[in-house]
């Protein structure tokens, strides 16, 4: 069974860059492309952005001008940076595993990490 | 981006009930449309994928139809595990958006 593992700070600055990795167990991260999605608080969810373990992306235009998102597939993770971040970046954090780049499904995700955005 | 809306946005519902939450586009999606289960502290759970198909593993009494931009997902019994929040999602169309959530309580 796939497993979803987020790590990184529960707590960001404003103005600073929130960064955060997903570790894949239980299967291989080639061949699969693998999404951020967030929640804020009482808020509906939100896609960030994809990577394929090739290295390509595809942002939410909403987030592309501060999102990175790369892949390390020796180590079978992937990461998300988010810079310049405000208090409306506070959100639940998720990642996912989908088999293609569109008309495609998230068959698995993570639990989900909390970053708050606060000095 | 196309607009995912979702109706109810919550109910209450009796185990046993039969249950139908609709899910309505913005814009043709033609059927990529996923249902997703969420409860608190929990992965989000995907229950059917492409309007119909249901993921393996999921229980059968979980269904999925479509009209047009029109979906829902029906639960024909509902049982003491299934209350949860449920949320579609369109993948044709980037950027992926998702619904607001229905939450299902007792």
């Known amino acids: 069974q796939v497993q979803l593992q987020e790590s990184g700070p529960g707590l960001v600055k404003p103005s600073e860059t929130l960064s955060l990795t997903c570790s894949v167990s239980?299967?291989?991260?080639?061949?699969?492309?693998w999404s951020w999605i967030r929640q804020p608080l009482g808020k509906g969810l939100e896609w960030i952005g994809y990577?394929?373990?090739?290295?390509?992306?595809n942002y939410n235009p909403s987030l592309k001008s501060r999102v990175t998102i790369s892949v390390d597939t020796p180590n079978n993770q992937f990461s998300l940076d988010l810079k310049s971040v405000t208090a409306a970046d506070t959100a639940m954090y998720y990642c996912?595993?989908?088999?293609?780049?569109?008309?495609?499904?998230?068959?698995?995700w993570s639990q989900g990490t909390l970053v708050t955005v606060s000095s | 981006d196309v607009q995912m809306t979702q109706s109810p946005s919550s109910l209450s519902a009796s185990v046993g009930d039969r249950v139908t939450i609709t899910c309505r586009a913005s814009?043709?999606?033609?059927?990529?449309l996923n249902w997703y289960q969420k409860k608190p502290g929990k992965a989000p759970e995907l229950l059917i994928y492409?309007?119909?198909t249901l993921q393996s593993g999921v229980p059968s009494r979980f269904s999925g139809g479509a009209s047009g931009t029109d979906f829902t997902l029906t639960i024909s019994s509902l049982q003491p595990e299934d209350f949860a929040t449920y949320f579609c999602?369109?993948?044709?169309?980037?950027?992926?958006?998702f619904g607001p959530g229905t939450k299902v309580d007792i």
């Open positions: 239980g299967g291989s991260i080639t061949s699969y492309y």
């Open positions: 999602q369109q993948t044709y169309i980037s950027p992926f958006t």
């Open positions: 990577i394929f373990y090739s290295g390509s992306t």
């Open positions: 996912a595993r989908h088999p293609s780049a569109s008309a495609t499904k998230f068959d698995f």
């Open positions: 492409s309007a119909f």
């Open positions: 814009q043709t999606i033609v059927t990529y």
